[in-house]
């Protein structure tokens, strides 16, 4: 069955820098879509970021733009998160996706993907 497993998770000062994995397996990670979304307590969740299938495309939040970058190693069937200039509003569980479809004006929006990792805990403290 699929399985996404993110990992990477910390806590961290604000200004510093993480990276997030997850590992993909139960299907052929290198056809789909991936993506970053975060839930903050008390608040919906949002798309951080996706890359197409290929790597070849992709899309960022504002929130995160200019500071983050989304990447994927088809070989290891693994997605990448970088976040540069972590401040307290990144405080977050961040989970990955798969499997998105629909037109892409709604690629960070949540209720397009399909397959959701369990999700890893993002603490920026100030």
């Known amino acids: 069955q699929v399985q996404l497993a993110e990992s990477g998770g910390a806590s961290v000062q604000a200004g510093g820098s993480l990276r997030l994995s997850c590992a993909a397996s139960g299907y052929t990670f290198s056809n789909y879509y991936s993506g970053w979304f975060r839930q903050a307590p008390g608040k919906e969740r949002e798309g951080v970021a996706a890359v197409s299938a290929g790597g070849e495309k992709t899309y960022y939040a504002d929130s995160v733009k200019g500071r983050s970058t989304i990447s994927r190693d088809n070989a290891k069937n693994t997605l990448y998160l970088q976040i540069d200039s972590l401040n307290p509003e990144d405080t977050a569980m961040y989970y990955c996706?798969?499997?998105?479809?629909?037109?892409?004006?709604?690629?960070?929006?949540?209720?397009?993907?399909?397959?959701w990792g369990q999700g890893a805990q993002v603490t920026v403290s100030s």
């Open positions: 996706a798969a499997s998105f479809s629909g037109s892409m004006k709604w690629v960070l929006h949540p209720f397009r993907w399909a397959w």
